[in-house]
């Protein structure tokens, strides 16, 4: 089992930036995809960024493509999200979350562990 633990929400302006980090618990972090999410209000949860087991292929949402880097440390197990030039759009609960399955993938239920979510605020 893996234990996920989300830090580095936080309230800024547009154009800011903040680094999301999601630490894992156990010794198998390298044999999970990661990925991150996030729900606004009223929303659906929605794909941010994923990145492969070795950190190696990294995938993104058209969204925040170009804005937002997702970078992983298999040492630290640890995996982040770079996040620049924010705006009002990206207002939400961001969550990590880990994937077991041999494929990586955009969609929520493919990831069998999740954290309990970081909330970042844009204003504008």
């Known amino acids: 089992q893996v234990q996920l633990v989300e830090s580095g929400g936080g309230l800024v302006q547009a154009g800011a930036s903040l680094r999301l980090s999601c630490a894992a618990s156990g010794r198998t972090f390298s044999s999970y995809h990661m990925g991150w999410f996030r729900r606004s209000p009223g929303k659906e949860r929605e794909f941010v960024a994923a990145i492969s087991r070795s950190g190696g292929s990294t995938y993104y949402a058209d969204s925040v493509k170009g804005r937002f880097t997702v970078s992983r440390d298999n040492a630290k197990n640890t995996v982040s999200l770079q996040m620049n030039s924010l705006n009002s759009e990206d207002t939400a609960v961001y969550y990590c979350?880990?994937?077991?399955?041999?494929?990586?993938?955009?969609?929520?239920?493919?990831?069998?562990?999740w954290g309990q979510g970081t909330q970042v605020t844009v204003s504008s």
């Open positions: 979350a880990a994937g077991g399955r041999e494929i990586i993938t955009r969609v929520p239920d493919g990831y069998d562990y």
